[in-house]
């Protein structure tokens, strides 16, 4: 860690404020070309709310289709394409650029830095991306996937899904991997290199530890799930056989490598949120957060043991019986220090003084909803257990409970929390609360009943059941749930667009914030600060605003000597 | 099987409370636990297991809720508390962290105790089907799941889009004279049944909820469970691994019966297997019997064109086929000795024509399907001889593969 600058104090009083050397370009043309990591950040946001939009459409169409027995509502193969649509666009066009999206606007502004390390780069993850997505939509126009967003083979092969569905799917996970690949490589570097002077590793933002943790779990996987659709590619059309058992392949090759990405794709979509939790908490309860040391070694534990369980999605396929015992061991280890965490956040509130605007809702929300998500963890980890649940809409409730409870929810919060940052504006707090009072209840109601729906025999991904162990109610109380849900997040974005012209002005620091971003104008300028003090603590801000009242007071008492 | 009292108190309580909802929980089956019922071991097994863990899941989630929720309302800042600037605790950081590892041990051991019950199926009850020694197809290296004594009913379970088919195999080695049935699997009560799942296009899993867990069929790979009914019964399930369009509709179901009644569907199966043999052979005979009038009819009607049967050469036809008309070559597929050809796709015609009259190898060529060999199956061979072949070329054709065989 390097400490050469200049001491602080040689600039006087720290203020909060920071001008920008040049006049803001304005016009689309400006936003294109932008390699300012604020505005690709906010594109990022953007794009990924569109998919969203899309995502959480295609997620109504099949709750219809599931709201009855027997239903003819739509057809097997759009059913099909639908949910693999719904997952590929909720995992890799929303969440991933949205966590990106995040990253890239407060990373840079938490460590004092001015930009990223590689600016350029950045904007090709960003355009990347946004191919990636018209590249698999593209395939609308012709016929979608319909494999899944695990594209399992030999169903994704030629011989069971003839159509370029499957293609479009192999190059959006190319494109968005990539992506994925030289944005986590930009944030290793900019952490590694350019924090602010004074910053040393127990300073630095717990978020910031989690986008590193998480650009460390993107560099590990992504070249795993490239080569892994590379070789279905040219399995379909270069005639070679990988995963063509009758020449010899074999589909377990495919599950390995897609779950040896897919496991650490749960953490690298989590992660964020655990740091973006861990940032607000302290913030609205007004007291340091509790173990920071216990979090960041959570985070690094969750990383390291996350990577070596990728077979617990495999416990229902021939696989050696020591596998499965130690596969079963190693995924409960990750409970551990996931209950570390969620202690810590609980002892972070503890004696505390705690507010509740909206962005804290949504932390609690996240309490709450991952914690379920967890304990439901060790029942499918438990492989004589997963046996039973495995592929149900268990798993489906599971699934949702982490990666909407520990992703989406964090995101959301991170959003009402960060929005006056990047709009100098306040959201709406009244709108926003009953937004989230629907998005939370929603929720609860669409997941909670379907592992009700998988334990009496529900397997996922079935376009039509019987009405036979109550399956017909569970999934009528299921699908009302996911429009009350569906009605949260569009009073969020309605709350986002009235905000945006009508919300009240922010100021630098709203929340009496704990860190860097908070020093510098709402929105911030392009170099974000004139002046990059010197961090003494985890909570720079708090330091800061002690100095200026410290000097506030020295100067009134100067005051009062000169007038007395 | 219940878990030794432990010396901690709180895991001891935590134990007790587990145990208390159990009960609860059996109240609402199929809402809070995996579907039972079938009475096998394995099932209930999975269950108890599954109840252990919601016990200890309800207990945290109750606990760490309510401690959220006390502290939210306890701490909030309209009550005009006064933020306690604390940074951590090491002990409590140490008191979860071994608290959580305990849980987890806890539950691991229940699952060891529990495998040997849910993986290794018990023998056979003695008002069970009396079974013959290990018979099952020779289907990979790793051995079904067999009980102690080595006596179970094994049953091939093979996925296809988007229908199970089931096989049990007898000592007939050849799997098509096995009894067989599709959808429906039907076995005797207080018997251990081993199941060897497979799949033949697409991946599969074999899941009836009531007889206990899924397991997959990977095409390339053999899975193997097993279940001992004692209830009779239907018991419902379905494919569990999106496997295509029809995925929803690819449902399997097991019907237990008493082992009489078993003997007697078994018998009856094998018998449907016999008259349909029988009936094919009769539809073969039959066709003989008419290529055979249409043979001594021939001379009179063909008196004329006699000529070109001569220049029709039949070993040519035997080993090039007639490309023209889309005759495929016999010998591309068939071994024959006399024309040199050595393939294995189909049966070798140096031993199954031996002794065949002419008649039967027309017939044979004409209706690949009347007769299968043994091993063979049906729709292989192609059916089209009597269009792409000219009745001159046929005739050559028969008349050289019987004197190749039989040496006339």
Known sequence: MTTTSAAPTTQGIPELVASSAAPRPTGWLSWLMSTDHKRIGIMYIVASWMFLVIGGVEALLIRLQLAVPDNTLLSPQTYNALFTMHGTTMVFLFLMPMIAGIANYTVPLMIGARDMAFPKLNALGLWLFIAG?????????FSPAECGWTCYAPLSETAFSPSNGVDSWIFLVHLVGVSSFVGALNIFVTVTNMRAPGMSWGRVPLFVWTMLTQAILLIISIPVIAGAVTLLLTDRHFGTHFYDPSNGGSPLLWQHLFWFFGHPEVYILVLPGFGVISEILPVFSRKPIFGYKAIVAATLGIAVIGTLVWAHHMFTVPLPFFLMIFFMLGTYLVAIPTGVKIFNWVFTMWRGAIEFPVAMLYAIGFLATFLLGGITGIFLATFPVDWQ????????????????????????????????????????????????????????????IQHSAGLSGMPRRVYEYADVNNLGLYNMISTIGSFILALGVLLTIINILQSLKNGAKAGPDPWRGNTLEWFTPSPPPVNNFDVVPRVRSVEPMQDIRRQIERQDRVGEEAGVGAGS | MT????????????????????????AFAGVIAPESGGGTPNAEAIRSLYLLIFGLGCVVFFGVGGLIVWTLVRYRASTGAVAEQVRGNNRLEVGWTVGAALLLVLISVVTFLKLDQIKNPPNSSANGLATPQNISFNTGPAKPSLPPNGRSLNIDVNGQQYIWRYTYADTDTNNLNNVFSYEQMVVPTNTTISLSIRAQDVQHSWWIPELGGKFDAVPGYTNYTWFKITKPGVYDGQCAELCGRGHATMVASVKAVSPAEFKLWYAAQKAAIVASEKEAATARNALVAKDAAALKAAPKDAAAPAAPVAAVDGKEIFVAGVPATGALACGSCHTLKDAGTNAAVGPSLDAILKGQSAAMIKASILNPNAILSKGFAANIMPANYGTSLTKAQLDALVKYVDQAVNGK
Do not use: C, Q
């Not at chain 1, 990666?403 to 929810?409: L, R, Y």
């Open chain 1, 133 to 141: 997505g018209l590249v698999f939509y593209g395939s609308l126009l």
């Open chain 2, 3 to 26: 878990p030794r009292p432990a010396k901690n108190g709180i895991l001891f309580g935590i134990v007790v409370t587990a145990a208390l909802l159990i009960p609860a929980a059996g």
């Open chain 1, 389 to 448: 649940l495995h592929d149900t809409y268990f798993v489906v409730a599971h699934f949702h409970y982490t990666i909407v409870g520990g992703a989406v929810f964090a995101m959301m919060a991170g959003l009402y929390y960060w929005f006056p940052k990047m709009t100098g504006r306040m959201m709406n707090e009244k709108l926003g609360k009953v937004s989230f009072a629907l998005t939370l209840g929603g929720f609860w109601i669409t997941f909670l």
